[in-house]
């Protein structure tokens, strides 16, 4: 006969392993919830660093195509070295559409949120595909009919379905199967993301898988990494540039990945409460501030190089110019100097910046044609430079043309003014 003690204690026992699994438990999902913040607080660092890569990596690229350019003018086609300058202009035009790759990493690019069909950005991205990929290689979509909308930026929504579709192509030669498939779902209560952000539960799932070679598990460890690649010819820029463009649609992404059978990537993002109307461009005020004859200009940029190809581009144009190298040198040369117009680059060092320089600028001289540039872009950096005071905003690279098109456009305008007025 079992003694009443012998059994309290087997009890006791049951109770403590019980006790014992719901701390194992506990414990993995706070790892599990550790390691996502760890990601995140890293990829946000690498991100700062990606948008601030991409500013200069933009003024290198305008001053290789200003010599480019300069270098050009007046050169004839059958000259032996023009094909090569010509060259040189497309691989300026391959580096500007990495550097922007950069910038949306970087998240410095501003989106269009608008309500968003996935079902339909998926199947208008099909024709695409099917002419671009191997034939060999089958298209499934498995696609939810009654799926729900999101507020999303179409065009990253593409980015991330063609970033996802060339890494599956590239993992699977030419055979294999590539599927598409959507569903709406509601995140578990204790699900790692739920704890993160508890006012969200419901999203929409697209999930992209291939028969691809797959990964071993220390590889998918890093696969969000910027410029970690196991391609030869390979950016690793691919899948950091989807991580931070579902990171800012305030969703999240997971994956997994089996050597020999494939890899699948699951991104959610939240379903759409309410339509978000999406931002209206910015449209540069108009003024009747204008140049016309040999204007008087004064460069700001803190970079050597782009103070000297900025100058030689206006002086071609028959125009007298003084350069200044940081916001202090611009204040004390415009209460010194009359001049007519002012080209502030916007990332200057000290205690000025381009914004502060051009406010304090427009305050000293009320009338004084501004423009301001940068090798950032975007709306809200268009809104900022106009709030601010400037007259016009152009990105780097820049082609001269663009640049003297702007200023002759008003010069055009004030000479046309003064003969009405005579």
Known sequence: MEMPENKDSQERIKQLEEEIRILKLKSIKRRQLEEQLYQAQKMEALASLSGGLAHDFNNILHCILGYTEMALMG????SPDYDTFCQIELMINKGSKLARQFL???R???LQFKPIDLNLVIRELMSLLRRTIPRMIDIELKLDQDLKMISADAGQCEQVLMNLSINSVNAMGKNGKLTFMTENVVLDPDHP????NPSSSEYILLTVSDTGHGMPQETLNRIYEPFFTTKEKGTGLGLSIVYSIVKDHGGFIESDSNVGKGTAFRIYC???????EPKKNVELKKTDKSLCGNERILIVDDEEEMRDISSQIFKLEGHEVDT????????YKVKHNKYDLLLVDLVLPGRLNGLDIIRKIRAILPNVYIIAYSG????????KVIRAGADNFITKPFRRQELVDMVNQFTKNKTHDQA???
């Open 75 to 78: 050169k004839p086609k059958e």
């Open 104 to 106: 949306a990493f970087g």
């Open 108 to 110: 410095k690019i501003p």
């Open 193 to 196: 993301q739920t704890l993160l």
């Open 270 to 276: 939240p379903v759409l409460d309410s339509a978000v």
């Open 324 to 331: 200044a190298a940081d916001g202090d040198d611009a204040i």
């Open 376 to 383: 950032f872009s975007g709306i809200d950096i268009t809104e």
């Open 420 to 422: 009405i007025i005579r």
